[in-house]
């Protein structure tokens, strides 16, 4: 099984920043892709930002230019940097990480998604 652990959620004001940090740690082999997904009130669950193992990121266009994800290969970890937060910016933030494991000599691989219990970020105008 594999666990994440969000963190950096909190209440803040319009035009300021918040970082949001999510730890993965289990049984890990490797991991295909990091992600942050974010879910107002009355509204779907949206992709805020990705960063792919190779190094590769993609944004909402809601957020380019104000966020940034980023990760810690050794620690598992991965970080969204807000900034210049809006009112409409106000959700529960997810962390979403596919993780893969070897299951056999030959290098064989199975793939896993897991989601974080999610953290709040409130905007204040």
């Known amino acids: 099984q594999v666990h994440l652990v969000e963190s950096g959620g909190g209440l803040v004001q319009s035009g300021g920043s918040l970082r949001l940090s999510c730890a993965a740690s289990?049984?890990?082999?490797?991991?295909?892709?990091m992600a942050w997904y974010r879910q107002a009130s009355g509204k779907e669950r949206e992709l805020v930002a990705r960063?792919?193992?190779?190094?590769?990121?993609y944004y909402a266009d809601s957020v380019k230019g104000r966020f940034t994800i980023s990760r810690d290969i050794d620690r598992n970890t991965v970080y969204l940097q807000m900034s210049s937060l809006k009112p409409e910016d106000t959700a529960v933030y997810y962390c979403?990480?596919?993780?893969?494991?070897?299951?056999?000599?030959?290098?064989?691989?199975?793939?896993?998604?897991?989601w974080g219990e999610g953290t709040l970020v409130t905007v204040s105008s």
């Open positions: 289990g049984r890990i082999d490797g991991i295909n892709f």
């Open positions: 960063v792919t193992s190779g190094g590769s990121t």
């Open positions: 979403n990480v596919e993780i893969y494991r070897v299951v056999n000599v030959e290098g064989a691989r199975v793939t896993r998604n897991y």
